[in-house]
């Protein structure tokens, strides 16, 4: 009976030092994620379907901090109280100023840009590659000896 004791008092020991441990380590991954706006950029178009922009800039003005958009226009930047204005941008599509006070999640539709009408793509002239290598002999040998060598007759 003693030994059914022992056992499950350790277990129950175990068990919440393994809750303490977690806990530590969560703990500032919790407290950091909490000072990040989440978001999504979109594309604005009259199907009302949410397409994200890959690559949009996300960034806060008058700083250095900013990041760019992931594949499905999904972005995480840092929140400091001191930047408040958070601008997004995409070619070919107007630039916007929000005005944040608070981390939150922000999603964002762009508008297209009527600056961009047409692009025309020329070919000017052909490539021209130039080689600025040569081979050159570093050594000369009959060729007997060469033979020899593979043949390993030395």
């Known amino acids: 009976m003693v030994c059914r004791f022992q056992l499950s008092t350790n277990i129950k020991i175990y068990q919440v030092k393994n809750f303490f441990v977690s806990m530590f380590l969560w703990l500032p991954l919790l407290a950091i994620s909490q000072n990040n706006i989440e978001g999504m950029v979109m594309e604005d178009n009259p199907e009302n379907r949410r397409l994200g922009l890959a690559g949009a800039n996300v960034y806060w003005l008058n700083s250095q901090t900013g ?13 400091k109280k001191e930047n ?5 941008s995409y070619v070919g599509f107007e630039s916007d100023t ?13 508008k297209p840009s009527n600056a961009l009408n047409e692009v025309v793509v020329q070919k000017k002239r052909d490539a021209v590659q130039k080689s600025y290598f040569c081979s050159l002999p570093l050594f000369r040998t009959p060729l007997n000896s060469i033979n020899n060598c593979c ?3 030395i």
């Open 98 to 110: 929000l005005f944040i006070d608070s981390p939150k999640t922000v999603n964002h539709w762009l």
């Open 67 to 79: 990041t760019i958009t992931k594949t499905d226009g999904s972005f995480v930047i840092p929140f």
């Open 84 to 88: 408040n204005q958070l601008v997004i």
């Open 151 to 153: 043949l390993c007759q």
